[in-house]
């Protein structure tokens, strides 16, 4: 109101500062709609002023913050929150080259991240590399605690998604042993989420890869506990989403879909459509998953069609093959073999290798299904998935692959074979045997005749 005031008596630099205040407290309560609103309006204002060393220091700050509700609101990968990333960089470019470099440090780092961020969820694994291993390199030659903890968590996630799981995990625990609550919490407004969540997440999703289902829950519960202190709506749809894919893999159904649920609660109230695609294909891939095969295509396919439209492209292996399933579940072939064949693709065109075992292992077991099954083809498919698991260490997903070849062999009249197969990859877990996974196992391994 105040803001409002003194641009109607034509002071602008005082309406500018109050706009500007007002957009960073929005932000900060996640009004991000408001939040957007405020910051464009003080950044327009200060656009029309003489610029001073002060105002330049203040414009790069509100630029900032306006990248951070575009985030959420419109998207990481969409034009508008690019655009403002490209606008902050300029901004600095310039304050640099007028011997102004901007008193924080952190505020270059909010531009690098805001870079990998919209890289990351269209998802080029090299350049996702990259930009990760710049923001490193740059983080250890300031020798700073936040932008090595930042640094280390997007390296961390580019490497576990692009296939080099154990590594990935490495990175991860270098960010938590730099992470500090008290610290680095109010961050969230500068780097899109809490950062602490954000490694919880992708490392609980190593962990479960890695053959560790219980602590893999174990961090997604501390993820969803810190997300919930933060207070960030930001911060809890990142949170709720990325914790019910463990949910998903750990058998985990009604969690996993009062998480979606939730995160599409959360989207609604402000308007981050991004976060509603991404809650709506991941309820897909619980119905789907559940038996509701119906249900599930029209929600993943309406998902994947709103959240192409942000320009996101990450996990699209992931809701593809479980949309495959969905359409072989009713029988609907040339559906599920036009899904799994995308999902395929958007592994090697892009190089999303996290999930790629088991999107093989899907294409094994839809190729059994078919009207006219074709058993070596699925033997292919499931080899080509233990082949993948093995490479990432991903145990995990080999267990799933030795599963599926141990069924077919045990079909085929060859038990001893499944058993040498599958016996050795459940003695190698530690824990977590009360998942559905292991369980499963277990059974097959004690069937009479193998």
């Known amino acids: 109101m105040l803001a409002r005031h003194w641009t109607e008596a034509g002071l602008i630099e005082k309406a500018a500062g109050l706009w500007g205040k007002a957009g960073q407290r929005s932000l900060a309560r996640s009004a991000l709609v408001e939040a957007a609103e405020q910051l464009t309006r003080a950044l327009d204002q200060i656009a029309t002023l003489s610029g001073t060393p002060v105002l330049r220091g203040e414009q790069i700050k509100l630029q900032i913050a306006l990248v951070n509700a575009l985030m959420h609101l419109k998207g990481y990968a969409a034009p508008e929150p690019k655009a403002a990333v490209e606008q902050a960089r300029q901004f600095i470019e310039r304050a640099e080259a007028l011997g102004e470099p901007p008193e924080d440090p952190l505020l270059l780092f909010s531009v690098l991240y805001g870079a990998w961020a919209a890289t990351y969820v269209a998802f080029n694994g090299d350049e996702t590399r990259e930009l990760a291993a710049q923001f490193v390199a740059l983080a250890e030659k300031q020798g700073q605690i936040v932008p090595l903890m930042i640094g280390h968590r997007l390296m961390g996630t580019s490497l576990m998604l692009t296939g080099n799981i154990p590594k990935g995990r490495v990175h991860f625990n270098e960010a938590f042993a730099l992470y500090d609550p008290a610290k680095h919490r109010p961050l969230a407004t500068r780097f899109g989420q809490d950062l602490g969540v954000s490694i919880f997440v992708y490392r609980a999703l190593a962990r479960w890869m890695l053959g560790y289902p219980e602590i893999a829950l174990a961090d997604a519960d501390d993820a969803l506990e810190h997300a919930r202190e933060s207070g960030h709506a930001g911060t809890l749809m990142y949170a709720q989403l990325h914790t019910s894919f463990t949910n998903i893999l750990c058998t985990k159904y009604a969690a996993a879909n009062a998480q979606s649920n939730e995160v599409v609660r959360l989207a609604d109230e402000k308007g981050a459509a991004l976060w509603k695609a991404l809650g709506t294909m991941q309820k897909g891939c619980v119905l789907a998953l559940s038996g509701k095969a119906s249900e599930a295509i029209q929600m ?19 809701f593809l093959s479980h949309l495959s399933r969905a359409h072989a579940g009713l029988g609907q ?58 490479q990432q260490q991903a145990k995990s997903w080999e267990l799933r692959a030795a599963m599926s070849m141990a069924r077919l062999w045990r079909d085929q009249g060859k038990p001893q074979q499944a058993r040498e197969l599958l016996a050795p990859v459940y003695g190698w877990f530690t824990e977590g045997f009360e998942t559905l996974d292991l369980k499963e196992a277990k059974a097959l391994i004690g069937e009479p005749g193998l």
């Open 300 to 318: 993943i396919t309406s998902g994947i069609t709103t959240y192409q439209s942000t320009g996101s492209r990450v996990y699209l292996p992931f």
């Open 333 to 390: 072939f040339d559906e599920a073999w036009r899904c799994i064949g995308e999902a395929m693709a958007a592994v090697e065109t892009a190089k999303e290798r996290w999930c790629e075992a088991e999107v093989n292992r899907i294409a094994g077991e839809i190729a059994l299904q078919s009207p006219e099954p074709d058993a070596a083809k699925a033997e292919a498919y499931f080899e080509r998935a233990l082949v993948v698991a093995r």
